[in-house]
């Protein structure tokens, strides 16, 4: 068996999988940056993928010790900046890859008159609208969630970001109808003031798992004659 080589981060202090890390290193020339691909050539430290290892870190002055140099204010603050923008493209594309994903397996409406109606049957489990939406669009949402009451959420990518994530035009408006992916989907962005709208989420998620492991309970206490 392979072994998996391991590095420090010198921000939590805990050993992990040289991939699940993230490298910081200084070049030849004496500069400190973040090396996502883990390549660039030169001296280098490991983080864990978030800011708060490399704040921690910078607070314990462990990469000037690591690196055996002091590091001014203003790299440091860049440093933090990168790991944090880094981490939110991430977090926006992991999301709009489940948006994909629910679209085709035909659990997501895209348009107003498609999410309209999946609002007022009672199908639609969460309304998503994007941040660059009109007034109109806005108000248009508003009526269909208070016909069927799903929650909507304003999320942070614009029509034309949510067109292609889907594989579409310009996009102002889309509804799950499947409560996991849109568990999923609020997940991924990790908002924390969605916490209610999360919490309803995961108990429609549980209650259709439960549905259908009964369904399929039944069929197979029928195909093998019992009732």
Sequence with gaps: EKKVPLRRCVGCGEHKPKKEL??????????????FRGKAPGRGAYLCPNSECLKK?????????????????????A??????????DETQHKALMLL????????????????????RSGKAK????????????FRRARSYCRAGKPPY?????TKDELGDGLGCNACALCAFTEPAFAKSFLEALGDETHADILAQLTVQTQRVQKRRQE???HRKNVKMGKK
């Design 22 to 35: 993230v490298r910081v290193v200084k070049s030849p020339e004496g500069a400190i940056s973040l090396d």
């Design 57 to 77: 870190a910078i607070r314990a002055k462990a990469l000037e010790r690591a690196f055996s140099t002091q590091i001014p204010p203003e790299v440091l603050d």
């Design 79 to 88: 440093l933090v900046q990168t790991m944090e923008e880094q981490a939110n």
């Design 100 to 119: 994909g994903l629910a679209r085709k397996a035909r659990k997501l409406e895209i348009g107003e008159e498609p999410c309209g109606i999946a609002c």
């Design 126 to 137: 969460l309304l998503l609208i994007a941040h660059d939406a009109g007034d109109h669009t």
């Design 153 to 157: 959420l304003c999320v942070p990518f």
């Design 215 to 217: 369904a399929q309970a």
